[in-house]
Nanobody, 120 residues
Framework: QVQLVESGGGLVQAGGSLRLSCAAS????????MGWYRQAPGKQRELVAAITSNGRTKYADSVKGRFTISRDNAKNTVALQMNSLKPEDTAVYYC??????????????WGQGTQVTVSS
């Protein structure tokens, strides 16, 4: 009933930019927050950035000043603008949404993941 679809991943050189997008669709009643997590091989999945329904944001220290998260509440989408990319940013990026559907209360939903590779 609810799914998140990411797009925008790819291969870029260090210093380049990418913009990730995520669209939530289905029987959505409301979205409390949306965000992006990433997981590199052999490492734990970590929060990159998140944004609440009222626009409050949170960023990992490693991406502050380089990444910007935004959302369009009317379209149930969230984007992550990634500038000045570093090889350390290489990971699979997952869209996350804490939302309420018409069938269950607040619950986390995840996208399938999109690969971001930054070459040195």
């Amino acid at each position: 009933q609810v799914q998140l679809v990411e797009s925008g991943g790819g291969l870029v050189q260090a210093g380049g930019s990418l913009r990730l997008s995520c669209a939530a669709s289905g029987s959505i009643f409301s979205i409390n927050a949306m965000g992006w997590y990433r997981q590199a091989p052999g490492k734990q999945r970590e929060l990159v950035a998140a944004i609440t329904s009222n626009g409050r944001t949170k960023y990992a220290d490693s991406v502050k000043g380089r990444f910007t998260i935004s959302r369009d509440n009317a379209k149930n989408t969230v984007a992550l603008q990634m500038n000045s990319l570093k090889p350390e940013d290489t990971a699979v990026y997952y869209c996350n949404a804490d939302l309420e559907s018409y069938y269950r209360a607040g619950h986390d939903y995840w996208g399938q993941g999109t690969q971001v590779t930054v070459s040195s």
